[in-house]
């Protein structure tokens, strides 16, 4: 296939909109007429990885953590990034990465976490809000049902897993048609009044385009009345990081060992022991330092996330059991979720985990006899 068919599908399941202001994720590199057969999944992009998806036939690497993140001002090989990009444009191979917005998309790292834990009753820890829309259009009761199909069809009219959602309400529209217009009903110069159906639905902000084009084109009318309002609710499932409950408690040392067997982490830093039971989980992957306060006030017993700083320790005091699982053991689980992304929607298509373990980070007791 195509890689702009590929990429096109991926940013339908995971929007890049979703992405934090500061992240880069889309495509680092590669041209969208290029042709790819096989795609190599890695959390990071390094030469390493470049030469594996060379030597097992892949032209496409997918990775979680974006190549690219800081301006480029040249491409000469100086730096690692360089290397990295030249490699990969010199061997025809494509570099396409999925961050924060796998993080806070309905399903994603973070969710994932929460699954592999057996964790129940899983909401958001910081809900995704102010990125709806809510459309509201006038439209002749005869025409009605064909406009509503264009904008659930375009995306519009999901409630968590509702789907083809509206308000529908019957009255009386009225208008003059002026010089030079073909009007729908009525004549030029004289007012007409029009039974209508007013339609309200909602969508995402990133497919206000699409979401209107396909109102527009559904609808009779020669100009087309309809409004569109910022609303601030949530959207459901999706936001960073989650909080869910356990089946049974665990003590302090039960979840810490737990969390280090689940994701296999070589080394743990965490908060004291108070001698408190664990019940309500809250999780991040990736870097999750800064939201301990959210943790907190989510009623969370213990947050698992990583990057904790020495300091941000002591916003735990006794409210919460902070564990550190690592940042790469983390977010490892988000190749699974491209991995079953691709290959649900391609089954056929060569989807192949890379044998490479990019963790830069390593744990050692080579000053213990």
């Known amino acids: 296939m195509k890689l702009k068919e590929l990429v096109n599908y991926l940013e339908s399941m995971v929007p890049t909109a979703f992405q934090e202001s500061y992240d880069n994720s889309g495509i680092q590199v590669g041209e969208h007429g290029q042709a790819v057969d096989s795609v190599l999944l890695s959390l990071d992009v390094t030469e390493e990885i470049i030469d594996e998806a060379i030597t097992r036939g892949c032209q496409m690497v ?41 993080d806070t998309v309905r399903g994603g790292v973070s969710y994932r976490l929460a699954e592999k834990m057996k964790l129940r009753n899983i909401k958001p ?23 509503r199909d264009a904008v659930f069809n375009a995306g519009a009219g999901f409630l968590g897993n509702y789907d083809r959602c509206s308000y529908n309400i019957h009255g009386r529209g009225t208008f003059r048609a002026g010089p030079g217009t073909d009007p729908f009903a009525g004549k030029q110069g004289s007012d007409h009044i029009e039974e209508e ?40 499932g999706t ?53 301990i306060g959210k943790a907190i006030s989510s009623g969370a017993d213990v947050f698992a996330t990583a990057d904790i700083k020495y300091h941000s320790y002591f916003e735990a005091g006794n409210d919460i059991l902070l564990v550190d699982i690592g940042h790469y053991e983390s977010e490892k689980p988000a190749l699974e979720i491209i991995h079953e992304l691709i290959t649900k929607k391609f089954p056929k298509f060569a989807v192949r985990f890379s044998n490479i373990n990019t963790n830069p980070v390593n744990y050692s007791q080579a000053w213990k006899k």
């Not at 301006?71 to 990009?85: M, R």
Request: net charge positive; no cysteine.
């Open 62 to 102: 997918i990775s979680h953590h974006p190549l690219i993140f800081k301006p480029l001002k040249h491409l000469s090989g100086k730096t690692a990034t360089e290397k990295i990009i030249l490699k990969a444009v010199l061997n025809n191979i494509s570099v396409y990465s999925m961050h924060t917005n796998l």
């Open 125 to 147: 820890l910081m809900p995704l809000d102010s990125k709806l829309l809510k459309l509201v259009v006038f439209v002749p009761l005869d025409h009605a049902e064909n406009v």
């Open 239 to 291: 936001g960073l990081g989650v909080v869910g409950e356990l089946k049974k408690e665990l003590t302090e040392a039960g979840i810490v060992e737990m969390l280090g067997e689940i994701f296999e982490a070589k080394g743990i830093r965490h908060t004291a022991f108070t001698g408190k039971k664990i019940k309500k989980v809250a999780l991040m992957g990736g870097s999750g330092g800064n939201y």
């Open 197 to 236: 159906i007013r339609i309200e639905t909602v969508l995402p902000e990133y497919l206000k385009s699409r979401v209107v084009s396909a109102m527009i084109n559904a609808h009779p009318y020669e100009e087309v009345a309809y409004d569109l309002y910022r609303i601030e609710n949530n959207m459901p």
